[in-house]
């Protein structure tokens, strides 16, 4: 029987078949769909952080 690792505490194992897999619980899962709503897995991180330094560069007193 395949078992893996609860994804959010990594500490209990969970088996295939069990009802919340990958987690050991709704509430390790409510946990995962936390982290996806607050942005924790920050895929759109990286265009932000580019937006925000072209808004630094516009505010920069010009050379004189
Ligand atoms: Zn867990």
Request: charged share 35%; aromatic share 8%; glycine share 4%.
């Amino acid at each position: 029987m395949k078992t893996k690792l609860c994804l959010i505490c990594k500490k209990v194992p969970v088996e295939k078949k069990a009802p919340y897999w990958p987690f050991c619980s709704e509430r390790c899962k409510l946990i995962d769909l936390g982290k996806w709503a607050s942005g924790q897995y920050a895929i759109a991180g990286e265009e932000i952080k580019k937006e925000s330094e072209e808004e630094d560069d516009a505010v920069k007193p010009p050379h004189s």
